[in-house]
T-cell receptor, first 111, second 116 residues
């Protein structure tokens, strides 16, 4: 099956710093999503981004499907950005929306 | 919309007991997914349904686990008998799958299961 690798595995920042999280995948995909799991365990959608670039406030994401990677940018980080960031992909065929998740990047933002 | 609803939010039970987790997907969604999350194994897909039909249950760890979706607005995941190694957070998620592909997948708040 498809492999999804995220880097770095851990990231520690001071409040106000910028960061880039990367997601590499081993095959072509129909769909790519970024999620944030907050310290309370809730999984929240950030972006649905099979290709191109999207922005939402301080967060933006870019997926280059032909080169099989996606990037999540966090600017002016805040302590509330802490948690785990997951990339998940849906491959071709009749998958009915089945997602394969990466192992996540653990982000800690210190005040 | 209320989002994906799961119950109970926390469950503590003793080894050997039957556990039933419940999920109500977002109205209009036709794909439903059950995941398990542990520190050791990360987020694992257990089973998923499309239009109430189980599509792939290859992630179900063993015969002690079963899932049903009797209608478009309700699904259950049952563990019988439960074991301590089943302790985890169980998430339900839903999305819409159509001819144009898949829409965003939304997760419920999860059920934290502890088996003593």
């Amino acid at each position: 099956g498809i492999q999804v690798e995220q880097s770095p595995p851990d990231l520690i920042l001071q409040e106000g710093a910028n960061s880039t999280l990367r997601c590499n995948f081993s095959d072509s995909v129909n769909n790519l999503q970024w999620f944030h799991q907050n310290p309370w365990g809730q999984l929240i959608n950030l972006f649905y981004i099979p290709s191109g670039t999207k922005q939402n406030g301080r967060l933006s994401a870019t997926t280059v499907a032909t080169e099989r990677y996606s990037l999540l940018y966090i600017s002016s980080s805040q302590t509330t950005d802490s948690g785990v960031y997951f990339c998940a992909v849906e491959t071709g065929g009749t998958s009915y929306g089945k997602l394969t998740f990466g192992q996540g990047t653990i982000l800690t933002v210190h005040p | 919309d209320a989002g994906v609803i799961q119950s109970p939010r926390h469950e503590v039970t003793e080894m050997g007991q039957e556990v039933t987790l419940r999920c109500k997907p977002i109205s209009g969604h036709n794909s439903l997914f059950w995941y398990r999350q542990t520190m050791m194994r990360g987020l694992e897909l257990l089973i998923y349904f499309n239009n109430n039909v189980p599509i792939d249950d290859s992630g179900m760890p063993e015969d002690r686990f079963s899932a049903k979706m009797p209608n478009a607005s309700f699904s259950t995941l049952k563990i019988q008998p439960s074991e301590p190694r089943d302790s985890a957070v169980y998430f339900c998620a839903s999305s819409f799958f159509g001819q144009g592909g898949t829409d965003t997948q939304y997760f419920g708040p999860g059920t934290r299961l502890t088996v003593l």
